[in-house]
Nanobody, 126 residues
């Protein structure tokens, strides 16, 4: 059984930083395309970042490029999203997602992912 558990969300002031984590069980993050999405109240789920399972190819939404960094620790079977220079518009529930894809795949649409976590709330105050 595949489980993705996000953690690390919270309340931070604008300009601050947070690191959210996605701990996986039932799959090896070293062999799966992984992604982060977010959903604010009343809005659709949107792509934030993705990383391939080989070659470390990464992809970012324009809105977070230069501020957020996705990474993976295969030994801990965990994917991270380091978020710096946070803005109030980054406020959302952040979700981790995983899918078994060919090497080098970075996926930016929610329907591309088979597995999802329950989400962690990130709130950025102005």
């Amino acid at each position: 059984q595949v489980t993705l558990v996000e953690s690390g969300g919270g309340l931070v002031q604008a300009g601050g930083s947070l690191r959210v984590s996605c701990a996986a069980s039932g799959l090896a993050v070293s062999s799966y395309a992984m992604g982060w999405f977010r959903q604010a109240p009343g809005k659709e789920r949107e792509f934030v970042s993705a990383i391939s399972w080989s070659a470390g190819i990464t992809l970012y939404a324009d809105s977070v490029k230069g501020r957020f960094t996705i990474s993976r620790d295969n030994a801990k079977n965990t994917v991270y999203l380091q978020m710096n220079s946070l803005k109030p518009e980054d406020t959302a529930v952040y979700y981790c997602a995983a899918d078994r894809r060919p090497s080098g795949s970075v996926l930016r649409t929610p329907t591309s992912y088979a597995y999802w976590g329950q989400g962690t709330q990130v709130t950025v105050s102005s």
